[in-house]
């Protein structure tokens, strides 16, 4: 088949961004005014936390199930069920506005984050199946994209929607107007993937994509492919420093620096929005030069410096140059979360990148799961600091061990 390019491609990529900054922001309201839900529901801070640990969670079992669904049945019906899965998580949530209905509250996040194991390792999934090999970074950074503003807009909105008033029924109000946006989004945005989004264009977007479509079906296994995957010793490299590098990211966002509570949503907010810039700037660095191995050394080694800093101006007193150091974290931080996708997509062609991807993400909610709660730990008996050398020590293994990475770029190959 002839390799061309489909006009919907982008309004397929933008959809998706969109559902996937809903998820997003579902996952970080209640911990971004963690204080006025303890308050309202009268349970204890960890409570809480637990409602972002869910999404953790909840992703390691059905990870296995979803991507097979994906490689049987394809992209439309995952986007189907995790813009619906959202919608009825945030409709659900609606349902717990008095305060002795925590556990209400409790089952709507358990089903947004069911939704987000539809969700995470669709990016380069899509920008496989729809764009050409010139634009293919820049399509997955693009879908990597909306998952950082919604936690983003998950940091900003709810302390303006929800403020920190005496009278329970005043809270309860305000509490509903955030529940009610949310859901009136996610609905808007689900009815929009039935309209629009397809399984795959009508032609081939690369060769690289031609030779996959032109397989019999039957040629196909998802467990030799796992074990294949299993197999690749740069993959499973590839594997552990990407679960070391988001794991940090996700400690760093859910775990408040002591002394900082004030500061800690704007610092965080710094992290994800100059991370936004940095993963933009990766995607569309990666299709001009196609260089994956050194782009993915350098951003670990920024990184890593990037966490230095930040550890030490933490304590300095000077405001503007932790947000500083923090910005310059987060825009190496999370711009090498498209980049950890497109170089397994790489290392792994021609398996299904919602496998290889879905392992990774895997690795992230696993240590981010251990750095979250040691993190926490660490920080309440010896400070701030400590728990941040603590990240700073598995950032440096991360760095040694990419290094081993060999660039065995096998889709580039197959579309040359």
């Known amino acids: 088949a002839e390799a061309q390019l489909s006009r919907r491609r982008w309004a397929v990529v933008l959809l998706f961004s969109s559902y996937s900054l809903c998820n997003a922001f579902q996952w970080i309201q209640y911990g971004s005014i963690s204080n006025i839900f303890v ?13 972002s640990m869910s999404y953790m969670l909840t992703y390691i079992p059905l990870l296995f199930p979803v991507s097979w669904l994906l490689d049987k049945r394809g992209l439309r019906l995952i986007a ?24 209400v509250t409790v089952l709507g996040q358990v089903i947004c984050s069911l939704a987000q194991v539809f969700i995470l390792g669709m990016p380069s999934r899509i920008a496989s199946v729809w764009f050409g090999s010139h634009e293919v970074s820049t399509a997955c950074s693009f879908a990597v994209f909306g998952n950082q503003l919604g936690i983003a807009v998950g940091f900003l909105v709810p302390p303006v929607l929800v403020p920190n008033v005496e009278d329970v029924e005043k809270l309860a109000y305000h ?29 081939p977007p690369s060769r690289a994509q031609a030779l996959i479509q032109s397989r019999a079906p039957e040629e196909y296994s998802y467990m030799q492919s796992i074990l294949r995957l299993l197999h690749n010793a740069n ?3 590839l594997m552990v420093t990407y679960g070391l590098n988001t794991g940090c990211f996700y400690a760093l966002v859910c775990v408040s620096p002591q002394g900082e509570e004030v500061n800690a949503g704007r610092i965080g907010l710094t992290i994800i929005l100059s991370g936004m810039v940095g993963a933009l700037i990766s995607g569309i660095w990666l299709d001009k030069t196609k260089t994956y191995k050194q782009t993915t050394l350098v951003v670990y080694i920024m990184s890593l410096m990037g966490m230095i800093a930040y550890t030490f101006t933490l304590s300095l007193g000077h405001l503007w140059v932790v947000f500083l150091t923090a910005g310059m974290l987060g825009f190496f931080m999370t711009g090498y979360l498209p980049l950890g996708f497109e170089f397994a997509a790489e290392l792994t062609y021609p398996e299904s990148e919602g496998t290889s991807s879905g392992l990774l993400n895997v690795s992230a909610q696993i240590f981010g799961i251990a750095f979250t709660i040691s993190q926490g730990q660490i920080m309440d008996r010896f400070g701030t600091k400590a728990g941040n050398l603590f990240l700073c ?8 061990m990419t290094a081993f990475i060999k660039a065995d770029l096998r889709r580039q190959q197959a579309n040359l």
């Open 39 to 51: 308050r309202f529901y009268g349970v204890s801070a960890f409570a809480i936390d637990w409602l």
């Open 80 to 103: 189907l069920a995790g813009s619906a899965l959202n919608a009825l998580g945030a409709w659900v949530k609606l349902g717990s506005l008095k305060q002795h209905l925590f556990p």
């Open 175 to 203: 509490i509903s107007i955030m529940f009610f946006m949310t859901a009136g989004v996610a609905t808007a945005l689900f009815i929009l993937v039935i309209i629009v989004f397809k399984e795959k264009p009508p032609y």
């Open 235 to 237: 993959f499973l490299l």
């Open 393 to 400: 020590s598995f950032l440096f293994l991360g760095t040694i």
